[in-house]
């Protein structure tokens, strides 16, 4: 079967940088934070056979890097971002985080959804103040641990 168009690839070079098809080029740097290595996510069609979404997606962000992922309507960064999250899982490869592989939700990873995704009648404040009522802090407490107090 021949690969979509819209497959996702990120491609290392034989110097340890990364860089996507046909994109911008970085320097890698120590140490390593997040590191995706060979992650494929193929999700299941209706007549039965498997669409890939992303292939071989390798990528190194050390601690404190900013990384923007950029593409087209249906391209797959919403799938890695839920793969890095934990929020489903690589059909091949994995993720590690901080050394430790990511396998499914956990504390230090956190997703900000697109829309309103949780408890869309309460303000932003409102469902941060939550998860500090959920961890056992009071919302003051909370907040002032934060820094937004």
């Known amino acids: ?31 390593q934070f997040i590191e995706i290595s060979g992650v494929h996510k193929t999700f299941p069609t209706r ?7 992303l292939k071989d997606i390798n990528l190194v962000v050390s601690q404190n890097d900013f990384v923007s992922l950029v593409g087209r309507s249906g391209c797959g960064k919403t ?14 490869g994995g993720v590690t985080i901080a050394g ?3 396998t499914g939700p956990g504390q230090g990873q956190g997703v900000v959804f697109q829309q309103h995704a949780l408890f ?7 469902r941060v103040a939550f998860g500090f009522h959920k961890a056992g802090l009071s919302t003051a407490v909370g907040f002032q641990a934060s820094g937004a107090a």
């Open 1 to 31: 079967m021949p690969e979509p168009a819209n497959v996702a690839r990120l491609t290392p070079r034989r110097d340890g940088d990364h860089r996507r098809e046909g994109g911008a080029t970085r320097p890698r740097s120590d140490p």
């Open 47 to 53: 007549a039965g056979d498997e669409v890939s979404v």
């Open 120 to 126: 869309p009648w309460l303000t932003a404040l409102e």
């Open 100 to 102: 430790k592989p990511v």
């Open 79 to 92: 799938t890695l971002l839920n793969i890095i999250a934990g929020l489903e899982g690589a059909t091949e």
